[in-house]
């Protein structure tokens, strides 16, 4: 958190990643293996946005979802909906990472693997 005992927000889209391989191991993706350069891949985030719209505080308690879209063959975005649980249930942020499917050498796109798009298609 910060001095005013808010959030600091770069904690916001770590817990967003955080959602991001549960949804991922939910769906019988093995997380280990998939975050894993040894597979041949690498999906890093290539853009991020977020809207704050209202403090969170330690001890919060948040519900996040998490939304899949593919963009093309090699991209997807993840939106993230965060909410403080109340009551009142609030939304307190909505969040955007854009996601680009790599080769671990070349650094060369490659189509995003079936599992992974999969999970995107169904829309989570």
């Known amino acids: ?3 005013a005992g808010v959030v600091f927000f770069p904690a916001y889209l770590a817990m967003c990643h955080e959602a991001y391989e549960e949804a991922l191991a939910a769906a019988g993706l093995d997380v280990r ?7 041949g891949m690498v999906i890093p985030i290539s853009r991020s946005e977020a809207d704050y719209l209202r403090p969170l505080r330690v001890g919060d308690r948040l519900r996040i979802r998490v939304t899949p879209r593919r963009t093309d063959a ?3 975005a993840l939106s993230f909906e965060m909410t403080r649980l109340g009551p009142p249930e609030k939304v307190a942020a909505r969040v955007q ?6 080769d671990a050498e070349t650094r060369g796109r490659i189509p995003l693997p079936d599992g992974l798009a999969a999970w995107i298609d169904a829309g989570a």
């Open 1 to 3: 958190t910060d001095a």
């Open 33 to 39: 293996s998939f975050f894993s350069a040894s597979s």
């Open 97 to 102: 990472t854009q996601h680009v499917c790599i």
């Open 74 to 76: 090699h991209r997807f």
